[in-house]
Antibody, heavy 122, light 111 residues
Framework: QVQLQESGPGLVKPSQTLSLTCSVS??????????WSWIRQHPGKGLEWIGD???????YFNPSLKSRLTISVDTSNNQFSLKLGSVTAADTAVYYC??????????????WGQGTLVTVSS | QSVLTQPPSASGTPGQRVTISCSGS????????VNWYQQFPGAAPKLLIY???QRPSGVPDRFSGSKSGTSASLAISGLQSEDEADYYC????????????FGGGTKLTVL
């Protein structure tokens, strides 16, 4: 089955760029009908969708994060990545990658990666 | 503040039926299907219900979903202690070029 695994630094300094990668196994990232997504969860809080990208380049972003956000898909390595710039302590969260099924108006996230905690602190 | 509104908590005793509501607007639940996710402490969320009322393989039929207008509900019948978790609703929102919105989550306690 499809599995996703996040990787990247667990500590980022304020004003720097948070960079994470999600490795996909069990299926090709170019399989049709899917977007590759990032979702975060602040400590003790609910889920917040960050954005996602299709291997063709089509993308969607959380309007509140769009100006700081880059999500890219690397088809040669079957992985996708997140870059969030100018981070502050408010960006401290567990970051999940997930596959979003998207076709004929339906959308759902499945599966999810295990999540990785990123702390923004000097 | 989340775009979709859920009660912060719900509870029930073993064997009972509990429901969790999710309220939205015309641009999200009113126009698009709703999905539900289950999350245990320290774990990643898991898809529980998709497209309003569909269960992925492996999800017990004790879990059911429904949608009407701009609201949706998750029902759990025959409540079990292992159902104690956080539950989130989510939907696509057609505004602002399209984006996903989540509910704030409901913590279910089995008494």
């Amino acid at each position: 089955q499809v599995q996703l695994q996040e990787s990247g630094p667990g500590l980022v300094k304020p004003s720097q760029t948070l960079s994470l990668t999600c490795s996909v196994s069990g299926d090709s990232i170019t399989t049709g009908g899917y977007y590759w997504s990032w979702i975060r969860q602040h400590p003790g809080k609910g889920l917040e969708w960050i954005g996602d990208n299709h291997y063709s380049g089509s993308s969607y972003f959380n309007p509140s994060l769009k100006s700081r956000l880059t999500i890219s898909v690397d088809t040669s390595n079957n992985q996708f990545s997140l870059k969030l710039g100018s981070v502050t302590a408010a960006d401290t969260a567990v970051y999940y990658c997930a596959r979003r099924r998207s076709y004929r108006g339906v959308n759902w996230f499945d599966p999810w990666g295990q999540g990785t905690l990123v702390t923004v602190s000097s | 503040q989340s775009v979709l509104t859920q009660p912060p908590s719900a509870s029930g005793t073993p064997g009972q039926r509990v429901t969790i509501s999710c309220s939205g607007s015309r641009s999200n639940i009113g126009s698009n299907p709703v999905n539900w996710y289950q999350q245990f402490p320290g774990a990643a969320p898991k898809l529980l219900i998709y497209t309003n009322d569909q269960r992925p393989s492996g999800v017990p039929d004790r879990f059911s979903g429904s949608k009407s207008g701009t609201s949706a509900s998750l029902a759990i019948s025959g409540l079990q202690s292992e159902d104690e978790a956080d539950y989130y609703c989510a939907a696509w929102d057609d505004s602002l070029n399209g984006h996903v919105v989540f509910g704030g989550g409901t913590k279910l306690t089995v008494l």
